[in-house]
């Protein structure tokens, strides 16, 4: 059964700095991993998708990268900025088990101004 | 392109009444739709798989009875809260893929249920 987890739970930084959310995950079965983004009481955006055959993504501010082998992602924001805050979910989409996704359970991040 | 709309965005319901929500993939044809809960501060977690034309794939622990889940054509899936309950209130979402497994999810902006 897969397992995702997200380190840290909460995150609280200055405007300004660059960061770094990791996702790990215990089957490395994998399809793809998404990166989404949820504010409080709203859906999903999703930020970055990165295929099994990928290593990395990048959109903008944000970096994603993928270690199949190790069973790790990170996603990184550069000079973060007061409109980042949310909670950043990572899911894994398992190349079995009939497409299943499994969720992380999220970093919330604060930047303060 | 690849939009997932759901409707209702919200609902709120009196105790034990049904609410039906809608899965709809606006430009493609989805083979598989996935249903997912999200309770305040926590994660989603998937409820059940649906492929077109055949019977929803519940996860464990959830009652195939209370939430009833058609998948009667490619673009279209809709999930019933039968009966539903003060602790069904929760946030619904929804994804569809093309293909089982060899394809994107692409999900949708979600449902807020509340039952009063």
């Known amino acids: 059964k897969q397992e995702v987890t997200q380190i840290p739970a909460a995150l609280s930084v200055p405007e300004g700095e660059n960061l770094v959310l990791n996702c790990s995950f215990t089957?490395?079965?994998?399809?793809?991993l998404q990166w989404f983004r949820q504010d409080p009481g709203k859906g999903l955006t999703s930020l970055l998708l990165?295929?099994?055959?990928?290593r990395e993504q990048t959109s903008g501010r944000l970096n994603a990268s993928l270690d199949k082998s190790s069973g790790r992602s990170t996603l990184y924001i550069a000079a973060s900025q007061p409109g980042d805050s949310a909670t950043y979910l990572c899911?894994?989409?398992?190349?079995?088990?009939?497409?299943?996704?499994?969720f992380g359970d999220g970093t919330t991040l604060t930047v303060k101004p | 392109g690849a939009v997932v709309s759901q409707h209702p965005s919200r609902v709120i319901c009196k105790s034990g009444t049904s609410v039906k929500i809608e899965c709809r993939s606006l430009?493609?044809?989805?083979?598989?739709m996935f249903w997912y809960r999200q309770f305040p501060k926590q994660s989603l977690m998937l409820m059940a798989t649906?492929?077109?034309?055949?019977?929803?794939?519940?996860e464990q622990g959830v009652e195939k009875d209370k939430f009833l889940i058609n998948h009667a054509s490619l673009t279209l899936s809709t999930l019933t809260v039968t009966s539903a309950h003060p602790e069904d209130s929760s946030f619904y979402i929804c994804?569809?893929?093309?293909?089982?497994?060899?394809?994107?999810?692409?999900f949708g902006p979600g449902t807020r249920l509340t039952v009063l």
């Open positions: 994804s569809a893929s093309r293909a089982a497994s060899a394809d994107t999810q692409y």
């Open positions: 089957d490395s079965a994998i399809y793809n």
């Open positions: 990165i295929q099994s055959s990928q």
């Open positions: 899911a894994v989409r398992s190349d079995t088990n009939a497409g299943k996704s499994t």
């Open positions: 430009d493609f044809q989805a083979t598989t």
């Open positions: 649906s492929n077109e034309g055949s019977k929803a794939t519940y």
